[in-house]
Each structure stands twice: as structure tokens, then as C-alpha cells.
């Protein structure tokens, strides 16, 4: 007589699967343990790497801080050559060093800018406008300044249309920056001195509509007057 065939349950066939499961990746595991070893190895690296690379940068950045709030007491006296080379006999390393060895950390590309500044000031508009062009960093105003820094060689080079699109790019970078209404009419007054007129008059007039109180604002009447 046939006995009559059990039935498996649900549970046993869940449970039969996992033993499956369980043996194949055993032996999956035996097969290649020495490659799962040696990528966890390689990715134990790229992780304390990682964690090194962030560290490190971070570091740099408070020595590129440290270092730049010792430079600048030069940089404000109008001391630009000895903020550009450093000090002798002190611990101010100047403006030039520090990019040189902290140029990708935040406050490194914040030296840029005041190195990029120093040279203007020194007439020395070719070692300026690389810094200016070299900025790179996250900060609005400072990116503004290199912007407008940029339209400052071009306009004096006599490449006034070039000067008065960066200018207005400077503007509009953030609406927040105080220098807003100096890059506006700086844009005006080479759109004006290239015969745009249009595009001058409605700059001025922006001025004189947002920016009533500003230096600017109280200049811009003059300016408005050539094209009216």
C-alpha cells in the first residue's frame, strides 16, 4: 500500500531555502575569501583616506586663518609689498606664501584675493589679474571682488566692453553686497564710454532708483545727464 506523500509547510521551505542560502554563500565566502579580503582591505584604505584628506584640509584652512589675520594688520596699514613677501624678523609669512601652501583651503582663496589687491595697489596689474582669475573659493562678496578686480585691469588695459560685463556680473552676484551700487555705475560708465547708451541709462537709473543714499547714488545724476 502507497503511503500517502507529506506535505511540506510553508515554514519548512522557508527554512530549507535559508540552509541553501546559507551553504552557497559558505561557499561562495571559502571560494573568493581572499578578494573579499583584500577589497575590505582597499576599502578600509579609501575610508581612512577620505577621513585624512578632510582632516588635513581642515587643519590647513585654520593655519591659512591664522596666518592671514597676522598679514592683514600690514594689508590695512597700506604696508602692500611687506603683506605680499612677509616680514622679516617676525612670524608673518605674507600673502604670497600663504596661497602658495594653503591656496585650496577656503582661507587660502580668500588670501588670493587680498594678494590679488596688494599687487593692484602696487601697479602691478599682470601678477593681479592672475590671482583675480585663480579665485575659486565660496564666499559672494569675495567672488564679486575677484569679478570686479578683473573689470579693473580690462579697464585699464582700454578693453571697456569686457570691463563693463564683468562689473555688472559683480553686481549680481549677491544682493546683500554693499559694493553692489560701485559695480553698477562702473558698468554704466564703460557701457557708456562704448556708446551704450540704453544699457548705461538703465543701470543709472537703478542706482538712483534702489540705491539712493550710496556715494554712487549721489553721482549718478552727472552720468545721466550725457545721455539725456
Not at 54 to 65: H, R, T
Amino acid at each position: 500500500m502507497l503511503q500517502k506523500k507529506k506535505k511540506i509547510s510553508k515554514k519548512e521551505m522557508k527554512e530549507d531555502k535559508l540552509v541553501t542560502f546559507v551553504n552557497k554563500s559558505a561557499k561562495f565566502f571559502d571560494e573568493y575569501k581572499n578578494k573579499v579580503f583584500t577589497y575590505g582591505a582597499i576599502l578600509v584604505v579609501a575610508i581612512a583616506a577620505v577621513y585624512f584628506y578632510i582632516n588635513q584640509k581642515n587643519e590647513d584652512n585654520l593655519a591659512a586663518g591664522t596666518e592671514l589675520s597676522r598679514v592683514l594688520t600690514l594689508y590695512e596699514q597700506g604696508s602692500y609689498l611687506e603683506a605680499i613677501e612677509g616680514k622679516q624678523g617676525t612670524n608673518i609669512i605674507g600673502l604670497k606664501r600663504i596661497v602658495e601652501e594653503y591656496g585650496s583651503t577656503e582661507n587660502g582663496e580668500t588670501a588670493k584675493i587680498y594678494l590679488a589687491n596688494a599687487y593692484s595697489f602696487l601697479g602691478n596689474q599682470e601678477e593681479a589679474i592672475k590671482y583675480y582669475e585663480d579665485y575659486n573659493g565660496n564666499i559672494d562678496y569675495l567672488k564679486a571682488a575677484a569679478l570686479a578686480g578683473r573689470a579693473g585691469y580690462y579697464a585699464s588695459s582700454g578693453e571697456y566692453e569686457k570691463a563693463a560685463d564683468l562689473y555688472l556680473s559683480a553686481a549680481k552676484i549677491s544682493k546683500l553686497n554693499v559694493e553692489n551700487p560701485n559695480y553698477l555705475l562702473n558698468a554704466g560708465i564703460y557701457y557708456l564710454q562704448i556708446g551704450s547708451k540704453e544699457e548705461a541709462k538703465e543701470l543709472f537709473n537703478e542706482i538712483k532708483d534702489d540705491y539712493t543714499t550710496s556715494l554712487a547714488g549721489r553721482e549718478v545724476n552727472k552720468y545721466l545727464a550725457q545721455i539725456q
